[in-house]
Nanobody, 125 residues
């Protein structure tokens, strides 16, 4: 079965950095797009960034553009989300998700078939 699993969350002060990792197993990595989403309690899950592995194409929400970088290590079936200049409003549960066959609208949750359990990111002011 295809599985994705996040790691790397934690507590950091505003202005600090964290790197999240998403390991995907039992899939042909190049055939997928991997997205990062975040969700605060009581709010909707929102897209943060996405990478189409096969096309090496990346997408970013405006709220993180210039601060977050998504990248992949194909040899390790791993996607990273490097988060710099973190703000308290970045505090959320971060999820990664895999979409087979690429992506049409990276913000559309329904396009992703496989989801991880999430990793908490907390940014203190």
């Amino acid at each position: 079965d295809v599985q994705v699993a996040e790691s790397g969350g934690g507590l950091v002060q505003a202005g600090g950095s964290l790197r999240l990792s998403c390991v995907a197993s039992d899939l042909t990595f190049n055939d997928y797009a991997i997205g990062w989403f975040r969700q605060e309690p009581g709010k909707e899950r929102d897209a943060v960034a996405c990478i189409n592995i096969g096309l090496s194409k990346t997408y970013y929400d405006d709220s993180v553009l210039g601060r977050f970088t998504i990248s992949s290590d194909n040899a390790k079936n791993t996607v990273y989300l490097q988060m710099n200049s973190l703000k308290p409003e970045d505090t959320a549960l971060y999820y990664c998700a895999a979409a087979e066959g690429g992506i049409y609208n990276y913000k559309n949750l329904a396009e992703y078939q496989y989801w991880g359990q999430g990793t908490q990111v907390t940014v203190s002011s």
